[in-house]
């Protein structure tokens, strides 16, 4: 799966006790109804956040992933979490109308 848009929001490494890294990353959609999605990159996949801006247009390539978690209480409850693994710079297409040398409405 993919997300485009433009990045928001870029946070920091974070390191957990077992060694364990994260880093997540804001990315607003560009549709009618804009949506801010958080995509969390882990281990190696932290460091390629480096080479990206706020407001850069990006694609980034997530899976989904679920887990059951159940409380001391016996409650049940379930989590989602988008992970990214690879994410690339979008370029706006551009239209180049080429002009003929022998048309009728150039100046010269």
């Known amino acids: 799966m993919q997300i485009k848009g433009k990045i928001k929001v870029i946070g920091q ?6 060694g364990f890294t994260k880093r997540d990353v804001v990315v607003t959609t560009q549709e009618q109804y804009p949506q801010d999605i958080l995509v969390e990159f882990t281990k190696d996949n932290c ?3 480096n080479n990206y801006n706020v407001g850069d247009e990006v694609e980034v390539g997530i899976n989904l992933r679920g887990r059951e978690w159940t409380s001391p209480q016996g409650d049940v409850k379930y989590f989602n979490t988008i992970q990214g693994w690879k994410i690339g710079t979008t370029q706006a297409e551009v239209t180049v109308e ?11």
């Open 13 to 18: 490494t974070k390191t957990f006790g077992s």
């Open 47 to 49: 460091e390629t956040l």
């Open 98 to 108: 080429a002009h003929s040398p022998d048309r009728d409405d150039l100046p010269f």
